[in-house]
């Protein structure tokens, strides 16, 4: 009788990660958030006439955004806007009073399953997000500025966007 060798399953490959290696994300400071949808895929709303539109699922991705930050003393919210597929928000993380510091990523975590949760419970049943997200830590008021400006600029914008599927490349130059 032959003896069958069970190799083991190779290891699946590790994403890297985009974070600060050395950074405690649980710091208070400013940061500036991306979220998209699963595959990118237009959900959330529709621009028109350089102005967003959200529909039913963009209106609830911005309440809970709200809830999220009411619900959180030490987390405010800055300029922010729902998108299409993706949405971008300036969350200030303060000193957490007689409460454990919160990381950015766990705020983050919740703030998508709750969406998640809400939206699928109202019948969009195959709703998720994009894994992981897009974070950069603002470092001085410079840098806030300029993604502030970014931020409240992105619907006019979108035919730039690189998160917009349909964009014309080379579009405004």
């Known amino acids: 009788m032959a003896e069958h060798t069970i190799r083991p399953k190779p290891p699946l490959p590790q994403r890297k990660s985009i974070r600060l290696t050395t950074y405690d994300y649980s710091t ?15 959900v959330l709303g529709e621009i028109v006439n350089g102005e967003m539109k959200p529909n039913r699922w963009g209106l609830i991705v911005a309440e809970e955004l709200q809830r999220t930050v ?4 030490y987390l405010h919210l800055d300029e922010h806007v729902v998108m299409p597929n993706h949405l971008h928000a300036i969350l200030l993380l303060q000193p957490a009073k007689n409460e ?4 950015l990523s766990e705020i983050i975590g919740s703030y998508k399953s ?15 997000w994009q894994r992981g997200y897009y974070d950069h830590v603002i470092r ?7 993604i502030r400006e970014y931020v409240v600029n992105n619907p006019a914008k979108w035919e730039e966007d690189k998160n917009n599927p349909y964009r014309r490349v080379g579009a405004g130059r």
């Open 100 to 103: 454990r510091a919160v990381p």
């Open 28 to 42: 208070p400071g400013a940061y500036f958030v991306t979220i998209c949808t699963h595959n990118r895929q237009c």
């Open 70 to 73: 009411e619900l959180r003393p």
């Open 140 to 146: 001085g008021e410079k840098d806030l500025q300029r």
């Open 114 to 128: 709750f969406t998640t949760k809400r939206i699928r419970r109202l019948g969009f049943t195959s709703f998720a």
